[in-house]
Every structure is written in structure tokens, then in C-alpha cells.
């Protein structure tokens, strides 16, 4: 048997030491010379029209050096980790509270978030929907325009997108399916059955360093971010995309990270950043309060699930049978990922020769969700553990 070099030994942590010490680095510990400070403008509506965005006040405010807009980005407008259906900024329309509007650079964090106030935006409100069960319903507001692909899973055929004409719902994201035995003929044989409906509800990744970074111009030429990220490399590509550059020009620095948990995987302050270096070819630092950055990044899939499971005399599970109604929010970030795996894992760690779930990811005007760990394994948990219990307390009542 070859000798053990790490288990049963006392390894340090590459990192432990600096962090131990205070010598780590991270995001806001960042301090250049002639840096310029950002300030977001944000939606105060769920869901509204924008009708115009006069930032002339916000310009002649003192400090102020540019205030940018959807009308200043060079590339794409739009970024995402699977469908682009974020807004770099917000132009035509918002669809949750927070959304960004504008972005004023300034030469103190005070002055831009002083002027940020006087950004003058003119919004005429649309009907929302916060319920996904209600967004799935013929005549519900349209939450995102972006969403004209419907994307279907079934775990006996190859994934595949469908044409919304062609989808059940309104709003729907996705649809997965699993299908196994013959779960409707089955509960015929069941000697107990049991249902019940359960929900998971919001939850915030509350990591203990906010969103922060900056961005500047190395001495070779290259854009640089330095931000804390889950995904460098993918945060690349669309800051590369929304400026309109090529991907060597540019380059990620990912400082210590100060917690993540999965919501550092969508951009947040990053093409802001990047875009406010290369217009005013000055550094530019971004840092959240506490309060901006509840609005700023993804929270858990809410997720409702009503289910039942079944059992011979015996007590062997016979049938289960589910359906999950994910909250994407108003953007889809990796909601098709998360309700596939919740509903790959609601039957839990047990053999089941009958199975029927249905599980699906739906857009609202709510806070958009995405990464947080466990991809929606977590929410599925009380479920299968629910039921079981139930089950035995039945079989006792049986035997």
C-alpha cells in the first residue's frame, strides 16, 4: 500500500497563513492613484418602462467626470451564464427591484453617490407577477423578452429547445421531466400512500466581503479587472463581449475572495468597472454596502413542491410522484442546471421502480436566483424525508 502524504496529516492551507496574518488582499483593499469611484443607479420598480433617463443634473454635480448608460456600451448589452438576458444597463425596460440603470464615476465614493441621486429616470409601471405559479398561468405579465427559446429535458430523450408557441406555460425557462415504471398505474398497488406540499423560500449567500474591485490599464496596455469571481475565465468572455474588445486584450485578477457560495458566479460590478476604465481611461473602484449587494447578486431558488409517495404492505416504496415550481426571478442565471437537479434528486438515496416529476424554472418580477450550494439539492431534502416519515408512521399504524 503506498504511504499517505495528506490524509492523516497536518496540512497548511496555501492561503492559511496570510489570512491568519491580515497580509491577504482583497477587493476593496485595492487603492490606485487617480482612481475614479462608481456609484450604481438602480430600479425601484419591479417592473416598468423606461421612458427616459435625463442624467444632465448628475453630469454638472461636483466631481462628477461621466455618467454611463445602455447607450455607452460599445458591444453587447446583455450578459448571463447561460441565456444573455441580463442588461449591462437597462434601456428599454426593468424587471426587478435593482436593476441597473446608469452608473455615475466620480472622484469620491461621496460625490457618486450623491449625484447617482440625481439621475433623473422616468418609469411607467407594468403588471407584475411574484408568484411563479401564477407567472405560469395564459394571460400573466411577460416577464423577459429574452426568453424566446423554451428548453425541454426529459431523462429518456436528448435535451432539445422548443418554440414558445409550442411550450405549455408562459414565463417557463425550462421543463424537466422524468418519467420511470409506470408511476400512474402504480398506486393502485399502494397499501399506504402519503402527499403533502412543501416550499423552500429565499435564501442570501451573505458573504462576509461585499462586491467589490477595480479596473485600470497595465503598463503592457491590457485591461485589467480585479474582482473576486467563481469564474475568471467566463467573466472574460463577457466583459470582453459587452466592451466590444478581444479577450487578450483583457484580463481577470481574482484577489482572496471573502466568501461566494455560488452568487459570485454572475457578473455583478465587473463590465461596470471595466467599461468606466475604458471610456475615461482612468482606474475605476466599484464597492457595495450591504444593502446594494442584496440587490445586486442571485439568492437561492424558492421552490414549490407538492408530492406523494406510496408503499406496498410490505412497506417497499412503490410510487412517487412530484412537481417543482422553481422562482428564476427575472433573470435565468443557471436555473435550467438547478430545478433539473432538484428534480433529479427528490426521490432521494431510495430505489423507487415508479417515478413521475415534473419540474419547472419560471420567470418573475423577484430578485433573480441562481449558484448557491447544492444546485437545488438542498431544497428537495425535506421532501423524501417528509414523506418517509409519514410513510412509517402510516406502516406503524398498518402493522
Not at 482583497?26 to 456609484?39: K, N, R, S, T
Not at 471573502?258 to 465587473?270: H, K, L, S, V, Y
Not at 412517487?320 to 438547478?338: M, T
Request: with cysteine.
Amino acid at each position: 500500500m503506498a504511504e499517505l502524504k495528506t490524509v492523516g496529516s497536518n496540512i497548511l492551507r496555501r492561503e492559511g497563513s496570510d489570512k491568519l496574518t491580515g497580509r491577504s488582499l482583497y477587493p476593496d483593499d485595492f487603492v490606485m492613484e487617480h482612481q475614479l469611484h462608481g456609484a450604481t443607479v438602480r430600479s425601484p420598480h419591479a417592473h416598468a418602462r423606461i421612458l427616459n433617463i435625463d442624467t444632465s443634473r448628475a453630469e454638472s454635480a461636483p466631481g462628477v467626470v461621466r455618467v454611463l448608460t445602455a447607450k455607452d456600451v460599445p458591444g453587447h448589452n446583455s450578459h448571463g451564464v447561460l441565456y444573455k438576458d441580463h442588461n449591462v444597463f437597462c434601456r428599454d425596460k426593468v424587471r426587478r427591484v435593482g436593476d441597473p440603470v446608469a452608473l455615475v464615476l466620480a472622484e469620491t465614493v461621496e460625490q457618486a453617490c450623491f449625484a447617482a441621486r440625481l439621475v433623473d429616470v422616468s418609469y411607467q409601471e407594468l403588471p407584475a407577477v411574484f408568484d411563479p405559479r401564477e407567472a405560469m398561468k395564459p394571460g400573466a405579465p411577460e416577464v423577459n423578452e429574452f426568453n424566446d427559446r423554451f428548453f425541454f429535458y426529459d431523462e429518456n430523450m436528448d435535451m432539445s429547445w422548443t418554440r414558445p408557441e409550442s411550450a405549455p406555460y408562459p414565463n417557463v425557462i425550462f421543463h424537466y421531466r422524468c418519467r420511470k415504471g409506470d408511476a400512474d398505474q402504480a398506486w393502485a398497488g399502494c397499501a399506504a400512500v402519503v402527499e403533502n406540499t412543501f416550499y423552500s423560500p429565499f435564501v442570501d449567500h451573505a458573504f462576509i466581503q461585499t462586491e467589490s474591485g477595480i479596473a485600470y490599464r497595465a503598463d503592457d496596455g491590457k485591461l485589467v479587472v480585479c474582482a473576486a469571481t467563481q469564474y475568471p475565465h467566463f467573466d472574460r468572455i463577457e466583459v470582453a463581449e459587452a466592451l466590444g474588445i478581444e479577450e487578450h486584450e483583457l484580463r481577470i485578477i481574482n484577489p482572496a475572495i471573502g466568501g461566494a457560495f455560488g452568487a459570485r458566479e454572475d457578473i455583478t460590478i465587473q463590465i461596470h468597472a471595466a467599461l468606466g476604465t475604458l471610456l475615461t481611461g482612468r482606474p475605476v473602484k466599484i464597492t457595495y454596502e450591504r444593502e446594494e449587494s442584496f440587490y445586486a447578486h442571485s439568492k437561492r431558488h424558492p421552490i414549490h413542491m407538492k408530492a406523494r409517495m406510496g408503499a406496498d404492505a410490505s412497506g417497499k416504496l412503490v410510487a412517487f410522484e412530484a412537481e417543482l415550481i422553481g422562482d428564476s426571478g427575472a433573470y435565468a442565471s443557471w436555473a435550467i442546471n438547478v430545478l433539473r437537479k432538484a428534480g433529479v434528486h427528490i426521490t432521494g438515496p431510495y430505489v423507487i421502480p415508479n417515478v413521475k416529476v415534473d419540474s419547472f424554472a419560471v420567470y418573475t418580477n423577484n430578485p433573480f436566483t441562481g449558484a448557491m450550494r447544492g444546485f437545488g439539492a438542498n431544497q428537495i431534502t425535506m421532501v423524501h424525508e417528509t414523506l418517509m416519515e409519514m410513510l412509517a408512521d402510516r406502516r406503524s399504524g398498518l402493522a
